[in-house]
């Protein structure tokens, strides 16, 4: 059975060789269990020791940096010791080896430590979120965006909301303990409009959640248009590599192929679809069709035509940018300011159409802290909002009461101090086994 006072370590870097390689122990036992293996273990916490780590036959393992934190005062809020090793296979098998001999110690399991330091109350739910969203951030954007729900701009939005609806509580509970004495007439009237008002706070930031999320998961461009008009060919080039077959035979492409970018900072998803053309192929149908659904759900359409008139088969199109593939095989290239012409085989146009793009979706989405990422956090807010709106209902102050009391227990979910012990386990899942 898994403990908490239990001791625990496991390999915070990856693995694999590399210069150095990082070790973690955390629990109440940490720093004697290294000391019993130290040549010259820090004895002062927070402080860092040039250390031999040596067997208990005497062998040495390796010369080590190895540094003492003393709880709370880590990052598990617990005794911890971090030791920085040579980064080479062996060196690290040997102190694993070591510590799996030990019965008074233990692998940690994936996301322990961090999982620790929320339960010691070093981070809340959203930090513990933005730490495994830090991990995974493959663009600029992505890291501003974790790193501010580090920093806590979430937790301060969600306590904002949840410390004005614990003021609606107690002026609720006020009307009902103290019905019989004298009440200022338009008390129930200000919970009304407090309500209303945090009601309209919470709308406001569903409304902007598509940013946050946009941003997390990345935004997504339909590459569409009719048949060979040079989608998968523009693909490849973006991708640096071959992801869709290119071929002058219509229908090729029948399954929408998706390639991940970072432009400028920002994460883009392209899909190349099939083109648009009528068939009878069951197969090309089921494709096309898939095209269109893309391209209705995509935040931004990149439309390629051979021609200016196929631009009236995409009429309705949202967010369309017209592209015209093959200008160094073209002798009359389409010439307009609404159209932008490109060659994926000599890279011609390519800078200009990805520009274009990134100001395209980064318009309107970036002038602003987002902080909604999750479809959790959403969840939270849409149930506090759902309470909020039940309230206004006719009914009597402790069903009244009721309604703001389980409010405010959905939005205190967000940063994880009420019945999130369900969540937990689904979170720290995504983490690896030293963090």
């Known amino acids: 059975m898994v403990k908490k006072q239990d001791t625990i370590y496991a390999l915070s870097t990856p693995p694999g060789k590399s210069a150095i390689a990082v070790i973690r122990i955390s629990g109440k036992k940490a720093f004697d269990h290294i000391k019993k293996m130290s040549s010259s273990m820090p004895t002062k916490p927070n402080t860092s020791t040039l250390n031999k780590l040596i067997t208990q036959t005497g062998e040495v393992i390796d010369q080590t940096i190895t540094t003492y934190y003393k709880a709370p005062k880590s990052f598990t809020g617990e005794n911890m010791v971090e030791i920085s090793t040579h980064g080479g296979n062996a060196v690290i098998n040997k102190l694993i080896d070591v510590f799996k001999k030990n019965k008074r110690m233990r692998l ?4 322990e430590f961090t999982r620790r330091s929320f339960e010691n109350n070093k981070l809340d739910l959203t930090q513990v979120e933005a ?22 701009n979430l937790t301060i939005k969600t306590k904002e909301i949840y410390n004005e609806l614990t003021n609606v509580l107690a002026n609720t509970e006020a009307t009902i303990d103290f019905v019989d004495e004298e009440l200022p007439k338009d008390l129930l009237n200000n919970t009304k409009e407090q309500i209303e008002n945090i009601s309209n706070k919470i709308n406001n930031i569903i409304k902007n959640n598509n940013k946050g999320r946009k941003i997390r998961e990345g935004f ?19 991708s640096n590599q071959e992801i869709a077959i290119v071929s002058n035979k219509p229908g090729t492409t029948r399954d929408a192929i998706e390639s991940y970018i970072d432009i400028r900072g920002l994460p883009v998803r392209f899909f190349d679809t099939a083109g648009i053309r009528k068939h009878k192929n069951i197969v090309e149908k089921i494709g096309i069709k898939k ?18 008139p196929e631009i009236n088969d995409f009429k309705g199109t949202s967010n369309p940018i017209f592209v015209q593939s093959k200008y160094d ?3 009359k290239p389409i010439k307009s300011i609404d159209i932008m012409n490109i060659s994926s085989k000599t890279n011609f146009g390519i800078n200009n159409l990805l520009k274009a793009v990134f100001h395209k979706l980064s318009e309107n989405n970036l002038t602003e802290n987002t902080y909604i990422s999750r479809e959790r956090h959403i969840r939270c807010l849409i149930e506090t909002r759902k309470y909020l709106e039940k309230s206004k209902e006719k009914k009597n102050y402790d069903v009244f009461s009721e309604d703001i009391r389980l409010a405010t227990k959905e939005i205190s979910k967000i940063y994880g101090k009420i019945d999130i012990e369900n969540i937990l386990d689904i979170i720290f899942s995504d983490f690896c086994i030293g963090k």
Request: glycine share 8%; aromatic share 6%.
């Open 291 to 308: 095209s269109k659904t893309i391209s209705k759900e995509a935040d931004l359409n990149l439309i390629f035509i051979n021609k200016t």
């Open 329 to 331: 095989i073209r002798n």
């Open 108 to 111: 940690a399991d994936p996301g």
């Open 220 to 238: 997504v461009v339909g590459i569409i248009g009719n048949t060979n008009t040079g989608k998968s060919s523009f693909i490849n080039n973006i």
């Open 131 to 152: 730490i495994a969203d830090l991990i995974n951030a493959e663009t600029e954007y992505q890291r501003k965006q974790a790193y501010s729900q580090l920093e806590g």
